[in-house]
T-cell receptor, first 111, second 115 residues
Framework: AQRVTQPEKLLSVFKGAPVELKCNYS??????LFWYVQYSRQRLQLLLR??SRESIKGFTADLNKGETSFHLKKPFAQEEDSAMYYC?????????????FGTGTRLLVSP | DAGITQSPRHKVTETGTPVTLRCHQT?????MYWYRQDPGHGLRLIHY???????DKGEVSDGYSVSRSKTEDFLLTLESATSSQTSVYFC??????????????FGEGSWLTVV
């Protein structure tokens, strides 16, 4: 079964520190992975997807098929990065795009 | 925001009453979804639609029904609301021309409290 695991419920860092939000997945096929961000009581916004390999707001994520991971990284955290982050996998075995989400990690960046 | 609006945005209802949440899109996208968001569970798919009158169940569909009589509207109904259905409900649409290159965009959410 498709599954996305985010082991940390909360990650607390100081401004300027490096950040790594962990995401592991299980999927029988070629996965398409995403990171979504949700600021307080707002809609989920797409942060990045692995096929585009672009950096958004200084965040990057590399798909590691050997370790089945898609960790989100940023070298220097900013206070405005405080938010809820969700890793998601696109389940395409059903014939259409359906997102399976992890449970989320709350990032708190302190001054 | 991909032209998605949800209504109502906030609602408090009593146990046993029916509730309908509406998702409206302005861009005629084929695929629409309803998710619920709960602490410790992330987002879970309730129902989805792949066209007018074409719907199917997601992983947490019990207690919910949906309808899509027009491309632009996807309705989620709680036939008899229970306290376990207190949650934030997000509508989403899939945007794009190709299957693997699509992007899923979310609405602003509907906060539902069942008392």
């Amino acid at each position: 079964a498709q599954r996305v695991t985010q082991p940390e419920k909360l990650l607390s860092v100081f401004k300027g520190a490096p950040v790594e939000l962990k995401c592991n997945y299980s999927y029988s096929g070629s996965p398409e992975l995403f990171w979504y961000v949700q600021y307080s009581r707002q809609r989920l916004q797409l942060l990045l997807r692995h096929i585009s390999r672009e950096s958004i707001k200084g965040f990057t994520a590399d798909l590691n098929k050997g370790e089945t991971s898609f960790h989100l990284k940023k070298p220097f955290a900013q206070e405005e990065d405080s938010a809820m982050y969700y890793c998601a996998l696109s389940d395409q075995n059903t014939g259409f795009q359906k997102l399976v989400f992890g449970t989320g990690t709350r990032l708190l960046v302190s001054p | 925001d991909a032209g998605i609006t949800q209504s109502p945005r906030h609602k408090v209802t009593e146990t046993g009453t029916p509730v309908t949440l509406r998702c409206h899109q302005t861009e005629n996208h084929r695929y629409m979804y309803w998710y619920r968001q709960d602490p410790g569970h992330g987002l879970r798919l309730i129902h989805y639609s792949y066209g007018v009158k074409d719907t199917d169940k997601g992983e947490v569909s019990d207690g919910y029904s949906v309808s899509r009589s027009k491309t632009e509207d996807f309705l989620l109904t709680l036939e008899s609301a229970t306290s376990s259905q207190t949650s934030v409900y997000f509508c989403a649409i899939s945007v794009g021309q190709s299957f693997s290159g699509n992007t899923i965009y979310f609405g602003e959410g509907s906060w539902l409290t069942v008392v």
